[in-house]
């Protein structure tokens, strides 16, 4: 069983900035691919970023995001970041922490967290 906690939600203004962090327990962290997800009220839950555990290093993301967006991680801390700038009002939504162990490719998350929420303001 892996557990992930998401901290960092909040408001901020539009052009703003926030940091997500997702701390797991449960396994070795290292192995873990590492993926965000976010849901706006309504819609579908869909992909932002992820970040690979084991096996060549890959970062990947959504369209919407690249290049104001950034994933990382710190396998000391059990932790992976989500660093956002440049947000924009249709950022907001609910940013979910997920892990597996799995193919990084296919993106079946085993595990997810409770979500944090992040609200973009005009």
């Known amino acids: 069983q892996v557990q992930l906690v998401e901290s960092g939600g909040g408001l901020v203004t539009a052009g703003g900035s926030l940091r997500l962090a997702c701390t797991a327990s449960?396994?070795?962290?290292?192995?873990?691919?590492m993926g965000w997800y976010r849901q706006a009220p309504g819609e579908e839950r869909e992909f932002v970023a992820a970040?690979?555990?084991?096996?060549?290093?890959?970062?990947t993301y959504e369209d919407s995001v690249k290049g104001r967006f950034t994933i990382s991680r710190d396998n000391a801390k059990n932790t992976v970041y989500l660093q956002m700038n440049s947000l924009k009002l249709e950022d907001t939504a609910v940013y979910f922490c997920?892990?597996?162990?799995?193919?990084?490719?296919?993106?079946?998350?085993?595990?997810w967290g409770q979500g944090t929420q992040v609200t973009v303001s005009s």
């Open positions: 449960g396994r070795t962290f290292s192995i873990l691919h």
């Open positions: 970040i690979s555990g084991w096996g060549p290093a890959r970062q």
């Open positions: 997920a892990a597996t162990s799995g193919d990084y490719h296919k993106r079946t998350y085993d595990y």
